[in-house]
């Protein structure tokens, strides 16, 4: 209602609107951001019903506040209620203005409040690291995929605009080109308003660094992107040419967009889909060394959560491989080879990460089970004693240790009292109380077995071995 429009056309730029690739943040793609896009809606139909001085300058600030708060990535935008502000400043409208910013700054600083945010954490998280922005001459982090005067960076900002909105570029460079419509329209400001946000989308997706690259890690720049998207087909709107030929081209803008947008949102609404759609796409060109780590270690994540660990082997292994110096992913990769049951090679990962982190005590746990399960209980014996000195404070660490040498020398007297220790650390944890039953057995002191194995029993009353520490309870009692 605030556009020099036909009802056809009020109909078709909003059909353009939400067709563009952005409308998938609604069907759950990666990561969703539907409330900074009607958000940014809200403030730019509140920035024309100010111009129009329908409202106040308080309402575009206040939506101002809650689309910056609800992405963070949208402070980018705060150039258009500045401008704004100018013209409040230019009406001489002092006190209005003042509330204006007052009403931001409350807003901004209410909402942070209710999530939860301090003024330390939040300043960290603007300022605190160096990845948000591409390095311009050459890149030095192994987050960091390309330079800003690439052509890698280039090519990966025109597949984004090719993505969210594919004909977008072309009608804005088809309005400069007739950019004589324009001047003799009576909306200066509000093209004016609609050329600023422009400027500041174009700037913000120019200047982010996107691990995966702007093309594939497109989701977080698809609610700034409508920054670009919205004043593409308004501005069209506002040309001062036959009304037919406006239309005819937003006709075939709108169909275009929602036949090309259409099937990634089909193809996203299925796992199976998505998921091949995703392997497909790993362009190392575009992704950083850290990007290639974090997806297809996400991707053995995936496949070990379904226990199709040869597929989570593959993916989590070019992880690895990638960085061959990260502990946690050899420890992972070993975890999974052990699932696999190819226990030599889940050796050698954990060896692998011990080599280059050797105070992962929890590795030398696993080792000392792998070694244990195959029966070599003076390895065993070794790797755990290693966990020991690492951290005393994990009583299953002293119950293994127990456990090899009760099986592999049968020295129960020295394994006792790890598994009276392992109790004293935890006093809940049943597998001692078991093990300290089996030893005092072994040991033929009969009541303390009886002792233990009814704690056991208390605590796992319907495990699977509770049936056997009964039976043994019931053959001590009868005789």
């Given at each position: 209602?605030?556009?020099?429009m036909?009802p ?16 998938q ?7 969703t ?11 730019v ?6 111009l129009?001085k ?7 600030a ?6 910056v ?14 401008y704004l ?15 204006a ?9 209410l909402?942070?409040w ?20 591409l ?7 192994y ?8 052509l890698?960076?280039l090519?990966?900002l ?6 969210i909105?594919?004909l ?5 460079i088809?309005?400069?080109a007739m ?29 982010l660094?996107a ?10 720049f ?25 239309k005819r081209v937003?006709?075939i ?10 099937p ?7 796992a199976?889909?998505y998921?091949t ?13 850290h990007?290639?780590?974090?997806a ?10 379904m ?7 593959h993916?989590?292994r ?10 946690r992913l050899?420890?992972?990769?070993g975890?999974l080879?052990l699932?696999?049951?190819k226990?030599?090679?889940a050796?050698?990962s ?8 050797s ?13 244990g399960?195959q ?6 014996i ?15 660490v ?7 040498l009760?099986?592999g020398?049968?020295?129960y ?6 598994f009276?220790h392992?109790i004293?650390?935890d ?29 056991f029993?208390?605590?796992?009353p319907?495990s ?6 009964r039976s043994?309870l ?6």
């Open positions: 209602r605030h556009l020099p036909t056809a056309e009020r109909i078709l730029i909003p059909l353009c609107i939400l067709g563009s690739g952005a409308s943040l609604f069907f759950g793609y990666v990561e951001y539907p409330l900074s896009f009607f958000l940014l809606l809200g403030l139909s509140c920035s024309f019903r100010y129009d329908a409202t106040s300058l308080i309402t575009p206040i939506i101002s506040a809650l689309l708060v609800s992405y963070f990535g949208m402070i980018f935008i705060l150039p258009m209620p500045l502000g100018i013209i409040e400043l230019k009406r001489k409208r002092y006190l209005t203005l003042t509330l910013v007052t009403a931001f700054l409350a807003t901004v600083s909402v942070l209710y999530c939860g945010y301090t003024p330390d954490y939040l300043f960290h998280m603007l300022t605190g690291g160096d990845d948000h922005f390095p311009i001459f050459k890149t030095t982090q987050y960091q995929s390309y330079t800003l005067f690439s890698g960076h090519i990966d025109l597949n984004l605009h090719l993505l909105a594919p977008s570029l072309f009608l804005l088809l309005v400069g950019n004589g419509s324009l001047e003799g329209s009576d909306n200066r400001q509000k093209i004016t308003l609609l050329i600023v946000l422009t400027g500041c989308c174009l700037l913000s997706s120019s200047l660094n691990e995966l690259g702007v093309s594939r890690d497109w989701d977080l698809a609610p700034i992107m409508m920054g670009f998207v919205i004043p593409s087909f308004l501005l069209w709107g506002f040309m001062q040419i036959d009304g037919d030929i406006r937003l006709v803008i709108a169909l275009i967009s929602i036949l090309h947008t259409l990634w949102i089909v193809a996203n609404g299925n199976k889909r998921f759609r995703f392997t497909s796409l790993q362009e190392t060109a575009c992704w950083s060394r990007a290639v780590i974090d297809n270690e996400e991707m053995g994540i995936y496949f070990r959560e226990e199709k660990y040869p597929e989570a082997i993916y989590l070019v992880a690895a491989i990638t960085d061959s110096t990260h502990s050899w420890s992972s990769l975890r080879y699932a696999a049951n226990p030599d090679s050796i050698r954990y060896e692998t990460a011990l080599h280059f982190d105070t992962r005590w929890r590795d030398y746990v696993m080792l000392g089970a792998i070694y399960s029966r070599r209980y003076d390895d065993a070794f790797y755990t004693k290693k966990a020991i000195s690492l951290n005393a404070d994990s009583g299953v002293f119950d293994n240790l127990g456990v090899y009760c099986e020398k049968q020295a007297a020295q394994a006792l009292p790890l009276l392992a004293m650390l006093s809940t944890d049943a597998q001692s109380y078991y093990d300290a039953g089996l030893c005092y057995n072994a040991m033929g002191m009969k009541g303390e077995m009886q002792q233990y194995f009814g704690r029993l208390r605590l796992e319907s699977q071995r509770a049936d056997f520490v043994m019931s053959s001590a009692s009868e005789r």
